[in-house]
């Protein structure tokens, strides 16, 4: 210190570097921020699905799971029942702003009672228990002002290149 007192150029030259660094140090924040707002943008752009694709989805597995579960193809019940879930949850995460979303509570004890019925492999409780999933459905559509859209128990299977019975042939 006793060189600054005595030599003021010196003084001139370390308040300048802490100005300078002060100066840089802003830049990199307002980088940094930019960078922030960019991404948002980008994040508030990307594509996220609407509630009608993973209800389409849930369409898909309600099939399957029929199937799946009529010919005690438990493993696969099991896979399409969690395949449903997940696609609820997806609807929780993605579809917040939706009044729609708020009754999907309805749902959960008709599922827990086919994953019941899978876990038990009761292929009559099972069978039961899907009416009463279907039925809660087109309960939930009505609450929701959805009623055209009537979900039936599946009648053939969603796609012809699928095995659903549990038999692996050859």
Request: with cysteine; aromatic share 10%.
């Amino acid at each position: 210190m006793i060189a600054v007192k005595k030599n003021p150029v010196i003084y001139l030259i370390l308040l300048s570097v802490f100005f300078y660094s002060c100066n840089d140090r802003q830049k990199t924040i307002q980088s940094l921020q930019l960078q922030i707002d960019s991404l948002q943008k980008h994040m508030a752009n990307s594509y996220k699905p609407g509630f009608g694709e993973f209800m389409s989805s849930i369409q898909v597995h309600h099939e399957k799971l029929w199937f799946a579960g009529t010919n005690q193809n438990w493993q696969l019940a099991a896979f399409e029942i969690n395949e449903i879930k997940e696609s609820l949850d997806d609807i929780q995460t993605y579809c917040q702003d939706r009044p729609e979303t708020k009754s999907l509570s309805m749902i959960v004890s008709p599922l827990d009672s086919i994953n019941q019925a899978i876990e038990q492999k009761n292929l009559s409780s099972f069978k039961n228990s899907f009416i009463t999933l279907t039925t809660t459905c087109n309960n939930c559509h009505q609450a929701t002002e959805h009623g055209f859209n009537v979900i039936r128990i599946p009648t053939t299977p969603p796609f012809s290149n699928q095995e659903f019975s549990s038999a692996q042939k050859q």
